[in-house]
């Protein structure tokens, strides 16, 4: 069997939910899983629907995209109707509304250069081909996406393309976790931490959900049995 596979067998995957009853011992448990990528994880494999009754899962910040405020979108509106400026962006930012429902999409619409782009690096070679414009990369996301926009900087300077910038607007998730728990409303009990995120990381910065918060927090991958095995951590810590 494949190790990709092994991680999705579905006897490994009941052997943990058996774990997980067994750790939970009717307890009710209450998780939320801070990144998008689990939660596509967990509705494509369906293990919600395999989850026991006493497990309740709540969707986290999710993904890049999906915690982009307004006020950022109203900004990259203002750059993309700038003349000599053009904006490369990931494409899931074009449809994000503005305050007044105003999206990139429409602005690309009324003539405005904004650009798709695959890679942070895709936007450096717009530089290198529109060497009378500015070319403005928007730079979204969590500490997965940091270092590769801080990677275009560093190639940009290399390269002397002096019309090349970031916008940068990435988040952090330590911090995100922080004002979730210190809403007094938030009845989270654990966290599913994505694996890529805390690679960049490591384990430190999440050390405050259990000091401060008493919450567990467990790192996990994002085929059906990582999760699974986070989750019995989750209760056994809980327990």
């Known amino acids: 069997m494949q190790l990709e596979n092994a991680f ?3 006897q490994v995957c009941h052997s943990l939910l058996d774990r997980l009853n067994r750790a939970l011992d009717g307890r009710p448990m209450r998780f939320m899983e801070v990144c998008g ?18 497990v309740a899962h709540l969707s986290g910040p999710g993904c890049p995209v999906c915690v982009t405020h307004d006020a950022e979108v109203a900004a990259f509106l ?14 899931d930012l074009l449809r994000v509304p503005g305050p007044d429902g105003r999206t990139l999409k429409h602005a690309q619409a009324q003539g405005a250069r904004v650009e798709i782009v695959y890679s942070p690096l ?15 990369f928007l730079g979204i996301g969590f500490e997965t996406t940091a270092p590769t926009v801080a990677a275009t900087l560093l190639t940009a300077c290399q390269r002397k393309l002096d019309n090349f910038c970031v916008l940068s607007l990435h988040k952090l ?8 728990l210190d809403d007094s409303q938030c009845a989270v ?3 599913l931490l994505p694996g890529h995120v805390s690679t960049i990381l490591g384990l430190e910065p999440y050390e ?5 918060y008493g919450v567990p927090g467990v790192v996990g991958g994002f085929q059906p049995a990582d999760i699974l095995l986070a989750l019995c951590m989750m209760a056994e810590q809980l327990r």
């Open 8 to 10: 999705q067998d579905p």
């Open 37 to 54: 990528t689990h939660t596509v994880a967990i509705f494509q494999s369906g293990l919600r629907s395999l989850l026991p009754s006493s």
């Open 78 to 91: 203002d750059l993309a109707g700038r003349d000599r400026v053009i904006v490369a962006t990931f494409g």
């Open 122 to 136: 895709d936007a450096l070679t717009l530089a290198a081909e529109n060497p009378g414009d500015t070319v403005v």
């Open 173 to 180: 998730v330590p911090p995100a976790l922080r004002a979730l």
């Open 189 to 191: 009990e654990a966290f």
């Open 208 to 212: 405050f959900l259990a000091k401060d």
